[in-house]
């Protein structure tokens, strides 16, 4: 079984990201990116001291452990300015990375790695650091257009060229850990659940490089893992191209001892192509009676679905098979209710319909022992999004 030491805190820097947003609240955990350039030295506001936003993703994580602090460099997002304006202006000490990891071969988190690797070895005094690489990220991808036709994406270096950018790479399908055992890097990720799909349209080269061929699966992607002492497994997914509850499934499965405590990244779960579409977990027999779980959001599928179906052993305290209901108003989410008992309402409505939800009683006042409440997404003029959970105690 392999070990992975507990860290005593994790501390996660977003380098780079799709959006900024220095406008709406945060957790008290969660150092605002205003507040981190001030600490830079930022003493005006002005387009040119802030952070840019760009499409793809880029995080440097540092635990810190019996051994010290250990940061490793989670994808470089897509393109190298983005990297260098934005470590810059947060203070990121590029020569203290002891490590790097590419979670699965798409430009948009590969891009940046190479300057990444160059401020790297620039600070640590010309030392190489590992890259992690999967064996099947460096075959040439596209993706299907409604003509027919294909666009191709940039290529992903080859081992040789990451050598030349400081890197030291390390190319494998197989899970291992690095920096002293305190990040897992997976394997290859089971593919379980019949409604995670992969990423529709995408292709690859043929074998003799003359024609494209369907690669939706993209079986090249991996999670990262940190044990946080006390609390559980932190799983760190680039894009869950995989299915973001097939990448916890796995992760539950390569620590089974550890109970999972957080997960963070990009799920890709926007739009209709991507949207989950559950299904009952059990048949429907008098076997769930007492373990339902009932969705209401304004389109079926989504993040909300999905963290309810994955999370919800935790979060109610049951353990063992959940069926998990959608409902897209609050009277189907009524009638729902009425049918069989529940033991979760999770609302993801506008506010408006969130408190007519609320404000028809019945069922739902029965369910709601519990409060839970977040705020979810960007506050936009007018079209508040209200986030609230209720749980009833099994």
Request: hydrophobic share 45%.
């Amino acid at each position: 079984m392999t070990t992975l030491q507990p860290v005593d805190r994790l501390e996660i820097q977003v380098l780079v990201d799709n959006v900024t947003d220095s406008l709406s609240s945060t957790p008290a955990f969660v150092t605002r990116e205003w507040t981190q350039l001030q600490r830079q030295g930022m003493r005006i506001q002005a387009g040119g001291s802030l952070c840019c936003a760009n499409h793809g993703l880029s995080l440097v994580i540092t635990a810190h452990g019996p051994t010290g602090a250990h940061s490793l460099l989670f994808d470089g997002g897509p393109v190298d300015y983005a990297v260098e304006r934005n470590g810059v202006r947060l203070g990121i000490d590029f020569g203290a990375i002891g490590a790097t990891m590419l979670s699965h071969g798409h430009w948009d988190h590969a891009g940046g790695i190479p300057r990444a690797l160059g401020m790297i070895v620039q600070g640590n005094g010309g030392r190489p650091v590992p890259l992690f690489l999967h064996t099947g990220m460096f075959r040439p991808r596209g993706q299907r257009q409604s003509d027919g036709g294909v666009l191709p994406m940039d290529p992903i270096p080859l081992p040789d060229a990451w050598a030349g950018f400081g890197a030291e790479p390390v190319v494998t399908a197989e899970a291992l850990t690095c920096l002293d055992d305190t990040f897992y890097v997976s394997g290859e990720i089971p593919r379980l659940t019949a409604y995670e799909t992969g990423l529709a349209n995408q292709v690859c080269r043929t074998a003799d490089g003359l024609g494209w061929e369907p690669d939706t699966l993209l079986m090249d992607e991996r999670f990262l893992a940190a044990n946080l002492r006390g609390k559980g497994l932190v799983v760190f997914s680039a894009c869950s191209h995989a299915g973001i509850v097939n990448v916890l499934h796995h992760a539950r499965a390569c620590f089974p001892g550890i109970k999972l405590h957080a997960v963070m990244g990009g799920f890709h779960l926007a739009g209709a192509t991507e949207a989950l579409q559950l299904q009952a977990a059990v048949p429907e027999d008098d076997t769930v009676s007492g373990r339902r779980l009932l969705v209401l959001e304004s389109t079926r599928g989504g993040l909300l679905t999905l963290l309810a179906h994955s999370a919800v052993s935790d979060l109610t305290g049951i353990h063992g098979p959940v069926h998990v209901g959608t409902a897209v108003s609050p009277e189907q989410g009524i009638e729902a209710l009425s049918a069989a008992p529940h033991q979760c309402v999770v609302l993801d409505l506008g506010l408006a319909d969130a408190v007519r939800a609320l404000t028809i009683g019945g069922p739902v006042g029965d369910h709601a022992l519990i409060t839970l409440a977040w705020a979810v997404g960007i506050v936009a003029v007018a079209f508040p999004l209200a986030l609230r959970m209720y749980i009833r105690r099994a």
